[in-house]
């Protein structure tokens, strides 16, 4: 069985059929494992550009499929690939070719600034709710609604929101900063979803500017 996560992705590991080299990771949701197995030919989701991506399109390195197999809880997914070209973009054959010392790892572990567990759970939870709705579409969902209209409507929606909060912190009732801060929040997630991002990817950009 295949199990996508609840961003209906699953995490993708392209190897080299012949010399048994990791090339590269990637990700597929559903579309995206379709055509690759259509095609012969490997595609992507993209999560940072919202959209389908076929690899090579732009570079020539097209990754030929000689085989597809998945891991024992069926959550991850191994392309074994005949590469026409170097398969990363800094031009090297594999992306695999950084190789710190343990005093780095080390380090890069134990700074890392990420949500705290419980704050983890809470956004987590939430936005795999919010997917739900997304996919299911439910009557009657005030979130489903939202996606039903599109991202002009939930920009729109984000923006009331912070001028809302703006609005409230003027004002002594602190309760209601963070009644409309959480507002805020709620319909930022549904932003993110609406563009196939998730808090995982603000995490890391955060992450990135603290350094």
């Known amino acids: ?16 059929a012949g010399s048994k080299e990791v090339l590269m990771l990637g990700y597929m949701n559903p579309e995206a494992l379709l055509r690759t197995v259509e095609s012969g030919q490997v595609w992507f989701w993209s999560r940072s ?10 570079s020539g390195s097209f990754l030929n499929v000689k085989g597809i197999c998945f891991d024992c809880d069926g959550d991850a997914v191994l ?16 992306c695999f070719f ?6 780095e790892i080390r380090e890069a572990a134990s700074s890392y600034g990420g949500p705290s567990e419980e704050t983890d759970d809470v956004l987590g939870d939430l936005f795999e709710v919010i997917q739900s709705r997304k996919s299911e579409a439910p009557e009657g969902s005030y979130v489903a609604s939202l996606f039903s209209q599109g991202i002009d409507k939930i920009g729109k929606k984000v923006i009331e929101e912070a001028g ?29 979803s609406a563009r196939g991002l998730t808090p995982k990817d603000i995490w890391e950009e955060l992450l990135r500017r603290r350094k």
């Not at 069985?1 to 080299?16: G, K």
């Open 164 to 192: 809302e909060v703006v609005i409230a912190a003027k004002n002594p009732e602190l309760d209601r900063v963070v009644s409309e801060m959480a507002d805020l929040w709620f319909h930022s997630l549904i932003l993110l």
């Open 1 to 16: 069985m295949i199990a996508f996560n609840s961003q209906s992705l699953l995490p993708a590991i392209v190897q080299d």
């Open 98 to 103: 950084n190789y710190p010392d343990l005093r």
């Open 49 to 58: 550009r919202a959209e389908l991506w076929h690899k090579g399109d732009t």
């Open 79 to 94: 392309l074994q690939v005949d590469p026409e070209g170097p398969v990363c973009h800094t031009g090297k054959q594999s």
